[in-house]
């Protein structure tokens, strides 16, 4: 009897020990990173204008489903907006703060979620380069990227197993869009 006893004891240990394991914190050794890139045949500070104002965010992100707050304009550093999303089967409101704005070059907005971080998207722009190797002021290489990190072992074991796939699937898709609504815009 006491062996049967012992036996479910260390049962019990062991599976609040495996449970414990998978939801503790990671010490942030597990990082992301989601990063694509397109060109795109419009002058660099079109595209980004068009990229930085985020009520132009869900005619072009899948997962962009609304935006509240400042939406009008290209956000400036430290202006934030309030983003409702659906990302890979998964919603809720994210609020993003502009941390960099380098216009027309680099924008960078980092994202805060029932109080928890939830990543950085950075977007960078550069003239693209013409057949003849000279850069293009009609042409914008775009490259977006969304870094995040596992905050748990479950989480980098989803991320790992499904996650990341479906999150770099709706950012390809993202960019693909991007291109096709600023190109079907009338040149400048």
Do not use: C
């Amino acid at each position: 009897m006491l062996v049967r006893h012992r036996k479910l004891l260390w049962g019990f240990v062991f599976a609040a020990l495996t449970v414990g394991a998978l939801v503790a914190p990671l010490p942030g050794l597990d990082r992301t990173a989601i990063h694509d890139e397109v060109v795109i045949s419009r002058p660099p500070a079109q595209v980004f204008d068009f990229v930085a104002t985020p009520r132009h965010w869900p005619a072009w992100h899948p997962a962009s489903l609304a935006v509240a707050g400042a939406t009008d304009h290209p956000l400036e550093r430290g202006e934030r907006v309030a983003e409702t999303f659906m990302l890979a089967r998964r919603g809720g409101v994210v609020v993003w703060t502009v941390i960099e704005s380098q216009p027309p070059r680099t924008w960078s907005i980092e994202g805060v979620a029932a109080g928890h971080r939830v990543g950085t998207i950075t977007y960078r722009l550069t003239p693209a380069m013409s057949p003849s190797l000279t850069p293009s002021a009609e042409r914008t290489r775009f490259e977006r990227e969304f870094r995040y990190r596992s905050p748990t072992l479950l989480f980098a074991l989803i991320n790992w197993l499904t996650l990341r796939d479906q999150l770099q699937a709706e950012s390809t898709e993202a960019v693909r869009r991007l291109k096709s609504l600023l190109e079907a815009q009338p040149a400048p």
